[in-house]
Each structure stands twice: as C-alpha cells, then as structure tokens.
C-alpha cells in the first residue's frame, strides 16, 4: 500500500516542510559526492553508534550532536525518496495545523526520542544509525490524531487499485506493520523501535503542541 496523497485543501505554504526536504536532499547528496573514505566518516560522526551512549558521564555536546544530525543523512536513494514521499504527503497537512515552528518541534522531538528508544533497546550495536524515519514516523501520527477522517488514496498491492481510505484506517495499518517489525524482525540496519518510538511520540506530543497552538490564536 502506497499513500497518494489527500484532498485537503492548505491554508499556508509548508515552509518548514519544505526547508526539511532540502536539508535531507543536501544530507544524501554529500555522502553520494564524497570520496568513499568520507563518506564512512560522516556516516560514524553522525550517525547515531548506541555502543557510544552506555557510558553517560564522558558524553560532551559533540557527542550528542549525532541524535539530532542523523536525521538528515539516508543510506540509499530508496531510504531518502519514501521519507521525503511521507514528509510530503502528510507533513504539509500538519504543518498547516500547528504552523512551522511547531511542526519542527515536532518533528525533531519524535526524531530525538526515537533515536534515544533506538540507544536503549540495542545498547551495544555498533553500527551508525541514519535517516529521519522515526521523526515522520511522529508526523503521521500526528496526522491520526489532527485528521483520522480525512481520506486518504493509497495504491495497493498487489492489484493495481486506487482506494480511498480513511486517515486512521490507511495510516493505522502503517502503524501496525511497524510495530509488527519492531517485535520479530531481526535486521537491525533498520530501527524499527525507532519507528514505534516515533509514533508513540506523535501520538503523545500533537494534542499538547495544538494546545498551545490554540492559546496562541487566541
């Protein structure tokens, strides 16, 4: 099941949203252009290692810098295109309930909790973890809870079918599929508590930043 897009009209241009996608198209185009050599260095130093985080009185800010730079590195040109497809798709929608510099809150708290879900369930993995799917993960359950009426189309598989579904019922089952993963799959190359994480952290932080949203346009 592939998201198309929705019909829901936007009352501002997705500023932050756009800003995001160019930042993750700059993270990916600098490892693609750098020598191989690079490319692994920027990869270590700013990638998230677990194994560097189990002893926390010896951390500086230079090694919390990863939690935050990671999410704007992608392993692949498949990894960057279905981030950026959901930041699209759904994060325009978001952005234009909250306004941008929620949304980015938003985005960057999902993304930091889901790095730190990711630290704490694989303490002594020592492979750099990159790419900002815990922190959309966060925006589409944002979209659950701002929108769950709104439908959706989506293209399924394997049958050549457009449907319309529901904003709950075609992003639930997304849900699901993740945490799915995130309890039986073995291959750690993709975070997928990191997703869990990052849905849990949209689904608790949006009610909250559209409360304070709200007191603002008061």
Known sequence: MIPLGDDRELRRAPIAVWSLFALCVAGYFLLLLAPPELRLEIIDRYGVVPARYQDLTHLTLRDLTPLLTNLFLHGGPFHLLLNLWLLVIFGDDVEDALGPWRFLLLFFL???FANLTHIRTHPGLTV???????AI????????VLFPRVHIR???FPLPL?????AIAALGIWAVLQMGEALFATDY??????????LAA???LTPFL???WDQEEK
């Open 154 to 156: 989506v293209l399924l």
């Open 189 to 198: 190359a993709t975070s997928w508590m990191g997703h869990v994480a990052g």
């Open 202 to 204: 949209g689904f608790v």
């Open 137 to 144: 993960s966060g925006v589409l359950a944002a979209y659950m």
């Open 110 to 112: 999902c993304g930091l």
């Open 128 to 134: 750099p973890a990159i790419g900002a799917s815990g």
């Open 210 to 212: 559209v409360g304070l």
């Open 162 to 166: 457009v449907a319309q579904l529901p």
